[in-house]
């Protein structure tokens, strides 16, 4: 038996498998065997000869960065290149850097099974050959397998039928033929319209019309070449800093914030920009907001019908049923006008659906047609489909395919537990359909090349995923895609283009640079969610974050926002601010009242929220968030409103002054006043003056805090309860959370230091109790308290400290800890749903006291 022993065997030479090949030997020194069971290196590029090929990436984006002569030798000719030239761009970096030698070309990988008591690989191919190696990798794309044959009948066809991805090698001659193309996805579409001039008859049956828009290709001049070689350090870096992988313009505007009339002009401009601009360039919300989604919709459904003669061809042609970028966005040139021509007919195979492929052609259920030739434009079994057909054999025998029966899943899209060193170049659950593929292979293969050379350089065997880490990270991947409008529809982003497969999200649906930051975070913590060699490391922060949280996240970093410690006041305050457009609509049956205050500044206002009952109604004095300098009154309209609706009761909400502008002491006498004006003229508002609980959120909740102690220590006014959510309570606190959490998100520690400088103003105040609550030297007799805090959050433990403190005093007092979810959680209700878990908080806690009802007062302190 012909057995060879090497460091690293890689599958596939596209793409991945050629960088992972040339990062692995040619840098890192290792001996690898690669294999290829096409003739040559392509990957996807060499199966796909179908005419029209063609990327929809520009071609400057659409191609390797690791080396820069590499970008500045090879001189792309379109601006969007076509399968030929790629394949021949491929082969040349298989050349150029030698990659030949370590390819075994016409050859299947038949079996791939872990030797434990070896701890590595066992790999056989078809021929018979075994190679073992400490790391397997697989670098066999996600298109790798197409989808087989829906239709029965095919082996009786007297013509010829053609799948796509099996184009033959030396072309197909169509002209004068008779031909039916079958599927509109983006491979039918770049069929159609290149095959439609050749052809006698064209017949194109479609079961689902797809949202298109102009590619807009063209040759590359050589000042364009020029200038993008010369602006390539810039371009890559804006390319991985953009949502897609690409140096495209970030959307920066919810849709509905423009009129109409601006709508209309930025989906012209974007329309005719080609590629992913319509979809990454215009709206940051086309993705997860349906009304936005439906502008955007219905401005490509409109083209198209200016487009096609036929009324009732284009009404076939325009989508209907499912959200605009769900299904892959597709791109086309003089698609739709294809459809105007004579001797080009459209199917609507929804209504009447394809039966079979008989002798002579295509029987639908109304009709039976003749055909010379078929070619199915059906797709793939997007994701690792290849490598479950190689027999892999993780430890203790565990079968990959059994390992994926509910569906495929990777930890980052590279790592399974129980495959030990076994890694997916962009595999399942990576960042594939959101992040242009070269680029996102570079990440991938360098992330898994660092983990080599750690496991190497700290003498470990092996390097294995944890269950917990591949659990946590799956539910990571689904609760993005729930945030989303991608389940809304059928498609293979979800697994549903094949029958039986299971329905689970096959990327994460982040875009670029949140991926790459997940991946930063795992790396910079030494591998989170990797053991080594039985070394278990724990989930990195990230991971931990609710998916919805994650997806918001996202959209901040794809927007390029600055992060808040980087900014000046008037950007915090403005980003703050933005907030608001993260909101559920306020309950329209609250009504809303303004009215002033008496301060020792003046008169402010306070804002009253009553919700549709009668009174007296039992009152909340809550204090808005935003660090002690931001935050207003409009920011906290919904959750306010929302409050008061729940709770049957009246919310008042008190403008209060901000630092720096107004330092410590003016926010919380301001906060004093508002509550002596509530207990004193809240009746003639319909509230109880009897029944009155103070609260707020982060600074606001801070205020509440230091309110309770001044009420008790003042004389009043009396207050039933304190709501404390993600409350600050100790400047000097050194706490887990602090360091854990130190950049945040949202609000990182030197953020939240800053805010309490400019706070503060006398640094001398740091420990005043009526700025730190937790420095009070007593803190019995309060008010029951609820502090609420998030799992994800700096501010985390001395909120939860605090709660011990209360306790300890005898104070009634309930703490609970939201898992995953992240600080300023209270204001986000439209992009967070699990926002809602803090107002049914404060409900349940707040409810029996307000009401009056016995035993409250006996509370228990609760962690969750």
């Not at 059994?402 to 060193?421: E, I, K, S, T, V």
């Not at 931001?630 to 959750?639: I, V």
């Amino acid at each position: 038996m012909n057995e060879t022993h090497v460091d690293v065997v890689i599958v596939g030479a596209g793409f991945s498998g050629l960088y992972a090949t040339h990062r692995l030997r040619n840098q890192q020194g290792l001996s690898v065997q690669s294999f290829e069971a096409a003739s040559g290196p392509g990957g996807v590029w060499y199966w796909n000869r179908y005419p029209g090929a063609r990327c929809d990436f520009e071609s400057i984006f659409y191609s390797f960065s690791f080396d820069e002569d590499l970008q500045r030798e090879w001189r792309w000719k379109e601006r969007y290149a076509g399968q030929p030239e790629i394949l021949a761009y491929l082969e040349h970096v298989a050349d150029r850097f030698d990659l030949r030698r370590s390819y075994r070309f016409n050859t299947r990988v038949t079996s791939v099974v872990w030797d434990n008591a070896a701890q590595h690989w066992v790999v056989g191919t078809h021929d018979g050959a075994v190679t073992t190696a400490r790391f397997f990798i697989n670098a066999a794309g996600a298109f790798a397998v197409n989808k087989p044959n829906d239709f029965p009948g095919q082996e009786t066809f007297r013509g010829q039928v053609v799948h796509t991805s099996r184009w033959p090698v030396d072309g197909l001659d169509l002209a004068g033929k008779r031909v039916a193309v079958v599927g509109t996805g983006s491979t039918g579409i770049q069929v159609i319209q290149t095959i439609a001039p050749q052809v006698t008859e064209l017949t194109v049956f479609q079961r689902t019309a797809n949202f298109a828009c102009p590619l807009g290709n063209r040759p590359l001049t050589d000042e364009e070449f020029e200038q993008t070689v010369a602006e390539y350090p810039k371009l890559r870096e804006q390319s991985r800093n953009g949502t897609a992988g690409a140096a495209f313009p970030p959307a920066t505007r919810p849709a509905l914030a423009d009129s109409p009339e601006e709508r209309r002009k930025t989906y012209d401009r974007y329309y005719d920009g080609g590629g992913f601009r319509m979809l990454a360039s215009t709206y940051i919300d086309l993705l997860f907001n349906p009304a936005a989604n439906e502008t955007a919709a219905d401005y490509i459904r409109d083209r198209i019908r200016e487009r096609v003669k036929d009324p009732q061809t284009a009404e076939l042609l325009t989508p209907k049923g499912h959200p605009y970028g769900v299904k892959r966005a597709t791109f086309e040139a003089k698609y739709f006008e294809t459809f105007n021509l004579p001797h080009v007919r459209l199917v609507d195979a929804r209504t009447n659906p394809i039966k079979q492929i008989t002798e002579e052609g295509i029987a639908t259920t109304a009709e039976e047609y003749e055909f010379d030739v078929i070619v199915l434009a059906t797709g793939f079994d997007v994701g690792a489909g290849a490598l479950t057909r190689m027999g892999v054999v993780g430890r203790d025998g565990r079968k990959l395919t059994d390992h994926w029966a509910d569906g495929q899943r990777a930890y980052l899209g590279m790592a399974n537990h129980g495959f030990p060193n076994l890694f997916h170049v962009n595999g399942p659950q990576g960042p594939a359909a959101m992040f242009n593929n070269p680029i996102a292979i570079e990440d991938s293969v360098d992330f898994i090349a660092d983990l080599i050379a750690y496991t190497d350089a700290h003498e470990h065997r092996t390097a294995e995923v944890t269950a917990a880490a591949e659990d946590r990270y799956d539910e990571l991947v689904a609760e993005v895609a729930n945030a989303t409008l991608y389940p809304t529809a059928a498609t293979w982003y979800m697994g549903d283009n094949i029958p039986g497969k299971p329905r689970r999200p096959i990327s994460l649906f982040t875009g670029a640079p949140m991926f790459r930051a997940i991946c930063a975070e795992v790396q910079a913590t030494e591998y989170a969610g990797f053991s080594l060699d039985g070394d278990e490391r724990g989930l990195s922060n990230t991971v931990k974050i609710d998916g919805a949280a994650v997806f918001l996240l996202a959209g901040l970093m794809n927007m390029g926002v600055k992060p808040l410690e980087g900014a000046s006041l008037e950007e915090i305050r403005d980003a703050i601010e933005g907030f608001k457009h993260m909101q559920l609509p306020v309950p329209p049956d609250v009504s809303i009242t303004d009215t002033p205050y008496p301060t020792d500044d003046g008169e402010r206002t306070v804002r009253l929220y009553r919700p549709p009952v009668e009174g007296p109604l039992p009152v909340v004095v809550f204090l808005h968030g935003g660090g002690w300098v931001a935050g207003s009154l409009n920011l906290y309209d919904q959750p306010c409103a929302s409050m008061a609706r729940r709770l049957g009761a009246l919310v008042v909400s008190p403008d209060y002054r901000l630092a720096p502008e107004y330092p410590f002491p003016a926010a919380i006498d301001d906060t004093m006043a508002a509550l002596r004006w509530t207990a004193e003229n809240i009746a003639a508002f319909g509230g109880d003056p009897e029944r009155i609980a103070v609260g707020g959120e982060s600074a606001g909740a801070n205020l509440a805090a230091v309110a309770a102690l001044r009420a008790r220590d003042e004389d009043g006014p009396h207050l039933a309860a304190q709501v404390l959510v993600t409350p600050p309570t100790d400047f000097t606190a050194d706490t887990e959370s602090r360091r854990i959490f130190a950049r945040g998100p949202i609000l990182s520690t030197e953020l939240g230091g800053r805010m309490a400088a400019w706070y503060l103003g006398d640094p001398a105040h740091v420990t005043s109790s009526w700025a730190a609550p937790a420095h009070a030297p007593d803190l019995s007799n309060l008010p029951p308290a609820l502090v609420i805090t998030m799992e994800i959050d700096p501010l985390r433990d001395e909120g939860e400290d605090y709660a011990r403190a209360l306790t300890e005093a005898g104070v009634p007092t309930v703490c609970g800890r939201l898992d995953g979810l992240i600080h300023t959680t209270f204001t986000l209700s439209g992009a967070i749903p699990r926002a809602a878990e803090i107002q049914e908080a404060i409900h349940d806690f707040l409810a029996p006291l307000l009401s009056g009802e016995a035993g409250t007062e006996k509370a228990a302190t609760t962690l969750v």
